[in-house]
């Protein structure tokens, strides 16, 4: 009860205050501004991070913003309910589409630019000025005009905002306070120094001086980029609001506040097209170095990594003074299954047995996928022959146990041979060579075992 009246608590506030700030630039009635209205942006990110639990606050934010407008008590109530309906809706499409909030792709971007454009904001401002028309605020004439605006004011709010908010969210762990102190302070005194000392009065030329160091910080660091365009639009408002800086150069409020709206846009949307298209290239670049030297069946590290592995048990046996055993696996009567029952029961039987030998293991050790049904265990921090024999048996007993796979019971066993570092080798390739030699020994000899070198 208490988290819920926190969440209604923040998000209520946070649509007031972003509501007066977007009212105060140029409003139409009251409530309608074709200036980007920002408590929808607050309300979209909130429904699409947490749900139900923030539907209270957008329905009090909007109410009390009517209130503070003079607005009638009947028809902000009805405009509350439908901006929180709206929120909601949006909370279930997100879902509905599989798209994710995360914002790591351009597909979660398009997808959630479509929704606000062509489901929410439509919907939105045919209702609400619905609401308007039947309390006598628009006339009959002025219906199509203030729906337009209601819907570009809403739509730029969720656009500049609710992405920027989402990614902030999820990528808290990448600020540095001193960087963002940094970046606020140059946000500020370069938008001072070019929209007030200097005067620019032209939009495309403010852009020119401005968009490339946005740009080139949204190659580095998409968050902080994030940050500095909400701060360059907020300051951009608030002169705006004030009649000074470039947004007050146009030969009408209507045209300042459409240039306005255009800088924001642009600046905004280049952050995140560009932030986007970076992280799904380094997501890209992680996804083929992954290929590279993980087992895509069983998600182990496969042989190139099998090096290193072995480099890190030869250290810790050298610095640590312990053994470590290499133990090379080879499963038994593992080919009849996939030339019997197909590859893809193969490939479940490999799946069910590393789950099981990863139940039989610590984070100390070291498990590997080498090709086929071959696999390297490797135990480290070994204090005696015995505890090796003790786990390696334990080993053999939960692979022994049979497997039921679709209507299929199946048993399989394990043949191990083991090389213990430093005892049987010093260097990676004798110890392979050792365990290798091993585990033929444990297969000639009846198999289900494990054989020492």
Request: aromatic fraction near 12%; hydrophobic fraction near 45%.
């Amino acid at each position: 009860m208490k988290t819920y009246l926190i969440y209604t608590i923040v998000m209520a506030t946070a649509y007031l205050l972003s509501g007066i700030l977007s009212l105060s630039v140029y409003n139409e009635n009251s409530l309608v501004t074709m200036s980007a209205f920002f408590p929808e942006g607050f309300a979209l990110a909130g429904a699409l991070l947490y749900g139900r639990r923030v539907l209270l606050g957008i329905f009090i934010g909007q109410l009390l913003l009517a209130i503070y407008s003079h607005f009638p008590l009947q028809s902000g109530i009805g405009i509350a309910f439908i901006n929180t309906f709206e929120a909601y809706i949006a909370y279930k499409l997100f879902s509905y589409f599989k798209l994710n909030s995360h914002m790591q792709t351009l597909k979660d971007l398009f997808g959630l630019f479509f929704l606000i454009l062509f489901v929410l904001q439509p919907m939105s401002a045919f209702l609400g000025n619905l609401i308007l028309y039947f309390e006598h605020i628009t006339t009959a004439d002025e219906f199509i005009h203030s729906a337009f605006y209601w819907w570009m004011g809403n739509a730029l709010g969720q656009i500049l905002l609710t992405p920027i908010l989402l990614l902030l969210y999820y990528n808290t762990h990448e600020i540095n306070i001193k960087s963002i102190i940094g970046v606020i302070l140059s946000t500020i005194f370069f938008n001072y120094l070019f929209q007030v000392y200097l005067d620019i009065d032209n939009t495309s030329l403010l852009l020119i001086v401005t968009l490339p160091a946005t740009i080139y910080l949204t190659t580095i660091n998409i968050t902080y980029a994030s940050i500095s365009s909400v701060l360059l639009a907020t300051i951009s408002l608030f002169f705006a609001q004030n009649n000074i800086g470039t947004f007050s150069h146009g030969p009408s409020n209507i045209h300042n506040i459409l240039d306005l709206n255009y800088f924001m846009a642009s600046h905004v949307l280049l952050v995140l097209l560009v932030g986007i298209l970076f992280k799904e290239k380094k997501n890209a670049i992680h996804t083929l170095k992954s290929m590279a030297h993980y087992d895509y069946l069983t998600g182990l590290p496969n042989r190139h990594l099998l090096r290193q592995s072995i480099h890190n048990s030869l250290y810790i046996s050298r610095v640590e003074k312990e053994a470590s055993a290499i133990c090379f696996l080879d499963f038994d009567g593992f080919k009849p299954i996939n030339d019997t029952l197909g590859h893809h029961i193969g490939d479940e039987v490999l799946k069910e047995a590393v789950e099981r030998i990863n139940t039989c293991i610590t984070d100390d050790d070291a498990f590997l996928r080498i090709g086929g049904d071959e696999f390297l265990l490797i135990y480290n921090h070994i204090t005696s022959k015995n505890s090796i024999e003790k786990k390696l048996r334990h080993l053999l007993s939960s692979i022994r146990e049979p497997m039921h796979i679709e209507s299929h019971q199946i048993e399989i066993t394990l043949s191990i041979g083991v090389a213990l570092c430093p005892a049987h080798g010093t260097t990676v390739e004798e110890l392979m060579s050792k365990a290798d030699a091993a585990m033929y020994v444990a297969k000639r000899n009846g198999k289900d075992q494990f054989h020492f070198a």
